[in-house]
């Protein structure tokens, strides 16, 4: 079973510092990564979807890499600030049986403060 | 464009009790998932239709929960009896897929289902 691991499980940073979360998964056969966001209270919303072939994906402030052959992926966020406070997930599509199904970690919890 | 719709955006209901949640997806999107995330977790698939078919159910209690997506477009989500343990944000999402192409999923606002 794919298991999806989140580090650090929170994190508090002064605005304007430059963010990294980390996001690692057991299987590489994945199909693709995508990092959300979700606010309290909140869905979940897409921020970027890199697909297996892919090495990174920029949107904005925010840049997400991966590496499949080591099962890792990180979400850069540029020059944070207050409203970047959120809590921030990464889920793995897997292929073969469960092809479709979405693998979420925990978490990383970002409060940014002025 | 409308995002997925989900209602109601809370429900708090006596345990023994049934509770069903709507969902409206994406227009066009062919796939549509429902996801049940308990506090401090990170969402877990309940169930995943491809049109009007459930193609990924293992991890939906069946004893108490369904499910059903008529015409391949809204879908509801049934819970009977409702448990202590049931409580938990429950997540529609949809995307669209076919193939090879596997496209974003979109996540509504859930609903939070409190069983007390």
């Known amino acids: 079973k794919q298991e999806v691991t989140q580090i650090p499980a929170a994190l508090s940073v002064p605005e304007g510092e430059n963010l990294v979360l980390n996001c690692s998964f057991t299987?590489?056969?994945?199909?693709?990564l995508q990092w959300f966001r979700q606010d309290p209270g909140k869905g979940l919303t897409s921020l970027l979807l890199?697909?297996?072939?892919?090495r990174e994906q920029t949107s904005g402030r925010l840049n997400a890499s991966l590496d499949k052959s080591s099962g890792r992926s990180t979400l850069y966020i540029a020059a944070s600030q207050p409203g970047d406070s959120a809590t921030y997930l990464c889920?793995?599509?897997?292929?073969?049986?469960?092809?479709?199904?979405?693998?979420f970690g925990r978490g990383t919890q970002l409060t940014v403060w002025p | 464009e409308a995002g997925v719709v989900q209602s109601p955006r809370y429900k708090i209901i006596e345990k023994k009790q049934p509770v069903a949640f709507w969902c409206n997806p994406i227009?066009?999107?062919?796939?549509l998932y429902w996801y049940r995330q308990n506090l401090g977790q990170g969402p877990e698939l309940l169930i995943r239709?491809?049109?009007?078919?459930?193609?990924?159910d293992s991890q939906l209690p069946k004893d108490r929960f369904s499910a059903e997506r008529l015409k391949g477009v809204d879908s509801t989500l049934k819970i009977q009896p409702a448990e202590l343990g049931d409580s938990a944000v429950y997540l529609c999402?949809?995307?669209?897929?076919?193939?090879?192409?596997?496209?974003?999923?979109?996540f509504g606002q859930g609903t939070r289902l409190t069983v007390v």
């Open positions: 227009s066009g999107h062919n796939t």
């Open positions: 239709y491809e049109n009007e078919e459930a193609v990924d």
């Open positions: 999402a949809s995307s669209e897929t076919g193939g090879a192409l596997w496209t974003e999923a979109f």
């Open positions: 299987d590489s056969a994945i199909y693709n």
């Open positions: 890199i697909q297996s072939s892919q």
């Open positions: 889920a793995v599509s897997s292929r073969g049986s469960t092809l479709g199904r979405l693998y």
